[in-house]
């Protein structure tokens, strides 16, 4: 009887082995990818943050200098002008929102043609955005380009002179960003107004309630979770914007559209300072993660779920 018992546990402790490597050997690819491309880099960027390191020199020529990267950030002013441009970038996030909620409402509503108008919107978002940097820029072409037309058309004499001007190219930058994140969070609030409960808006139509006050008392109330989620993915996007920066101003003109992404790349791969670039790169890092902390602290006061 005990050696049947001791038997079947043996069994069993087997089978719970085999399932245990089993599953090891399937997520151990995601694991090796995650650890090799994702969290040894990140101990790299800490670590070479302290150091004054070119590429090129090899490991030998690894220095460390502590707290002197962050020390020399404070006084470089393409830094600080980096730094600012990615917030004035920030502001982008709230208005393709903003467009995104109206388009998702009234899409919603409509009786035909829902799928066509998702597709529409939604386009920008799935094509290259080389592609459509690239579309933009022959769009924004100072003297030959159809924007400029059509506004000489309308009787303005002079008009900007877009990503070539310093004063206009962030605002440029911005609209373009405006323009291709529309469709993602037009989809992203249609799921969620579909997931509002139909008898709710009956309910506030039976009570007298017109259009606005069914958006504000149930509506908006109900898609706060979904607007937490596109406010957070947004401001990350933003501070990680760099392919349009790349195609269309490289920094320019007069460092009017330099972002800390572009400035680490320049940085790490044009200037060959690694621990400089490591310093600016652990900044961002930091801006992401306070801002970030702080929707997630403040979610409580506005956010129901």
Not at 132 to 141: M, P, R, T
Not at 155 to 179: E, F, K, T
């Amino acid at each position: 009887m005990n050696a049947n018992i001791r038997t079947k546990g043996g069994s069993m402790r087997s089978l719970q082995r085999r399932e245990e490597a089993a599953g090891w050997l399937f997520v151990a690819p995601m694991l090796i990818g995650t650890t090799v491309l994702t969290l040894i880099p990140i101990v790299a960027t800490f670590v070479l943050s302290f150091s004054d390191w070119k590429f090129i020199a090899g490991i030998e020529g690894l220095r460390w200098v502590g707290w002197d990267n962050f020390k020399e950030l404070v006084d470089d002013p393409k830094f600080q002008r980096s730094l600012i441009n990615n917030f004035i970038f920030l502001l982008s996030v709230p208005i393709y929102m903003a467009i995104s909620l109206v388009l998702a409402v009234i899409i919603n509503n409509l009786a035909y043609l829902k799928s066509l108008f998702k597709v529409i919107f939604f386009m920008p978002y799935i094509s290259s955005v080389v592609a459509v940097a690239v579309v933009w820029q022959v769009l924004f072409h100072p003297s030959l380009g159809p924007v400029n037309h059509l506004l000489r058309l309308i009787g303005i004499a002079n008009p900007p002179q877009w990503i070539a001007d310093p004063d206009y190219a962030l605002v440029s930058l911005m609209m373009i960003s405006v323009w291709i994140s529309i469709g993602f969070n037009m989809i992203v609030y249609i799921a969620g107004l579909q997931a509002i409960p139909r008898d709710m808006y009956e309910a506030a139509e039976i009570d007298g309630a017109n259009g606005w006050v069914k958006f504000t008392r149930i509506t908006w109330p109900l898609l706060t979770p979904t607007t937490f989620f596109l406010l957070i993915t947004g401001i990350i996007y933003s501070f990680k914007v760099f392919d349009l920066v790349a195609v269309l101003t490289k920094g320019g003109p007069i460092q009017s559209t330099t972002m800390l992404v572009w400035y680490i790349y320049e940085k790490a791969f044009v200037n060959l300072e690694i621990g400089y670039a490591s310093a600016i790169a652990l900044i961002l890092f930091l801006c992401l993660f306070v801002i970030t902390l702080l929707q997630w602290i403040g979610q409580n006061k506005w956010v129901n779920y």
